[in-house]
């Protein structure tokens, strides 16, 4: 019961660089969610979907895109890494939207830009 | 605005010690809560929720909340701490006033414990 993966779990850029954070869960869930996780400030929600083909801005989504064209996966796509963007990335799904479900956690990406 | 407050940054307790961890809450209507643990190098795992009903909450790992909408608390306690609880405790509320059903969460409080 694999539930949310996210890969990678560690990564390391340059400023500038661009890359994808994979996110995919296995238990039909339609909301999915990106948070980034900085000391002392809790979980900011970066992007959310609410379906398949369907995708919105949260607190925090400047610097970041996001594709939803299956239910399972939800890529969070850095387009140019800048130091600021150092953190810990967690994908979420829930059953509904996760104010009023249990969101389910993947492991996290620890990403370093320098 | 909604927010969720968690005065404790860091709290250590004796193995074996009662806990209570604190979390005040800004929302206009009735409030589903919920408290999250995140054990080092994890993901976050649900504790317990409130959305209606008794206010006091059972969870997981024999932790429990009571809900005290005077205080506009949900304060999370365990009767006996075990080492394996050490861990980053994030209260959260939920936001359903727009058209996604977010959710709003603490800041943390990071929990040590003595053997």
């Known amino acids: 019961n694999a539930g949310v993966t996210q890969t990678p779990k560690f990564q390391v850029l340059k400023t500038g660089q661009s890359m994808t954070l994979q996110c995919a869960q296995d238990?039909?869930?339609?909301?999915m969610s990106w948070y980034r996780q900085d000391p002392g400030m809790g979980l900011r929600l970066i992007h959310y979907s609410v379906g398949a083909g369907i995708t919105d801005q949260g607190e925090v989504p400047n610097g970041y895109n996001v594709s939803r064209s299956t239910t399972e996966d939800f890529p969070l796509r850095l387009l140019s890494a800048a130091p600021s963007q150092t953190s810990v990335y967690f994908c979420?799904?829930?059953?509904?939207?996760?104010?009023?479900?249990?969101?389910?956690f993947g492991q996290g990406t620890r990403l370093t830009v320098v | 605005a909604q927010s969720v407050t968690q005065p404790d940054i860091h709290i250590t307790v004796s193995e074996g010690a009662s806990l209570e961890l604190r979390c005040n809450y800004s929302?206009?209507?009735?409030?589903?809560l919920f408290w999250y643990v995140q054990s080092p190098g994890q993901g976050l795992q649900l504790l317990l929720k409130?959305?209606?009903?008794?206010?006091l909450v059972q969870g997981i790992k024999g932790f429990e909340a009571e809900f005290k909408r005077s205080q506009s608390s949900f304060n999370l306690r365990k009767p006996s701490v075990h080492w394996s609880d050490a861990a980053e405790y994030f209260c959260a509320v939920g936001d359903q006033s727009a058209s996604y059903d977010k959710v709003i969460f603490g800041p943390g409080t990071s929990l040590s414990v003595i053997p």
């Open positions: 929302y206009g209507a009735t409030p589903y």
């Open positions: 409130y959305f209606s009903g008794d206010t």
């Open positions: 238990m039909n869930h339609e909301y």
């Open positions: 979420a799904s829930s059953y509904r939207g996760q104010g009023a479900s249990e969101a389910f």
